[in-house]
């Protein structure tokens, strides 16, 4: 919980807070997860976002059909074609989510003090007296005065679309509640969220397994969201289910924590998982309010340190109605970029907000002036202190690229590396310059045929802060003669010029190995 992670020369001149900023080649450090749904699933659109920089693409399975997102899912290819962008694909599991069986469709208005009763009984008609849910433990694990909170996908916490209930009694295996808010439920889904309640759901559910097994081996998945995360056990199940489909044994799994005992397990879980997504919709109901910007800061923290991405959640939730963020929200985004969050995830702001390429846009800016004042010196001390002696070989590499980097003020690192483990861990020392994580193939084979590597590992780096990934040609390896290795560097530093990013002058640092050695070396480029 480190709240000076912020740089400000002093004393700083208010009006040269008003001064343009220079336009940047990549939108911001920090990267964006885009939601697609109904208004953003057009090929248009999606290239829009592309171009806007979103990075990794969501796909949320609380809603919609496999030949839906499938259909998405061909588009979010075609607009990659079409802007040259790359861009990861992250499937979102259901898990332990209690939702409200409203067939058709009605639109429920509650009034305050009324009596509203859940029942497992899915058969009945959604009504302001009766919501059937898809769960029948309810009565079992709720007693009277507990509260329990339903709202529109995903809960937005607006008093007049979400609605609050108190347990009055348990009936057989109904739920009778008073309503604590008047407020009108409309659209397909409504979840529903026991605070500080266990549901004893699996987190990995049969829909989810085929789902997976299905939609995520078909597209070669790179992300699965592994929504209500619990406990470490949750992920080790996950991980087991997919090392036995194939491609997607390389799939990471991103925990998301949604609630008190996600929190509660966090160490182990974050020891598990390959990345943490902070779900603050429903943390945020779960947790006391002023609680919860002090869970942020202590697993973002966590992140860092361990060198996994850190992922926030329900920053911009105005915009999905909304042209512009409100003061608080554009302060927070900032705020979670300068706690070192690795990537900003739009929900309900992108699937169906009416401005989703505006509301990547603005995150963006917010999160590339951030990014210009966080304190990267300090941070660094930070880092290397926990990281502690001795260092390992390769931390070793990665935090003296880094510290060479910002000596010489190079304007860019070019790593090559072919799991991407090289790459991350540069990042985790978070230089304030981009790095190019160069992904050089491996030629593997399975005994029926040959394949390369590195589409997987370039892909999962859009998700980590400052990496912008490049893969290489496989008739270069990394680890062979030094020739073919200058052959590759000569690639991506081109391809840094064709960007913007590198000028003639400009300072590099390059990470690579050679034969068995690893060697960080600066080099300054002519005319």
Sequence with gaps: MHSNHLLLEEPIRMASILEPSKPNFFPAMTKIVGT???????????????????????FDFSWGDSDYHQETLENLKAAIKATKKLCAVMLDTVGAELQVVNKNETTISLKEDAIVTLTPHQGQEASDEVLPINFDGLAKAVKKGDTIFVGQYLFTGSET?????EVDQVNGDDVVCVVKNSATLAGSLFTLHASQVHIDMPTLTEKDKEVISTWGVQNKIDFISLSYTRHAEDVREAREFLSKLGDLSQTQILAKIENVEGLTHFDEILKEADGIILSRGNLGIDLPPEKV????????????MAGKP??????VDSMTDNLRPTRAEATDVAN????????ILLGAETLRGLYPVETISTVGKICAEAGKVFNQDLYFKKTVKFVGEPMTHLEAIASSAVRAAIKVKASVIICFTSSGRAARLIAKYRPTMPVLSVVIPRLKTNQLKWSFSGA????QSLIVR??????????????????????????????GKASGVIKSHDRVVVCQKVGDASVVKIIELED
């Excluded at 850190?310 to 920053?315: D, K, M, P």
């Excluded at 979670?336 to 990537?343: C, M, P």
């Design 36 to 58: 697609l749904g109904p208004k953003s699933r057009s090929v248009e659109t999606i290239s829009a976002c592309l171009k806007a920089g979103m990075s990794v693409a969501r």
């Design 161 to 165: 679309t979400s609605v609050w209930l």
């Design 293 to 304: 910007f002090l869970f942020q800061k202590a697993a973002v923290h966590k992140c860092n």
């Design 310 to 315: 850190a992922v926030v959640t329900r920053v």
């Design 336 to 343: 979670a970029v300068l706690d070192g969050t690795d990537a």
């Design 456 to 459: 997987f590992e370039a892909r």
């Design 466 to 495: 400052g990496l912008f990934p490049m893969l290489a040609d496989p008739r270069h390896p990394a680890e062979s003669t030094n020739a073919s290795n200058e052959s590759v560097l000569k690639v991506a530093l081109d391809h």
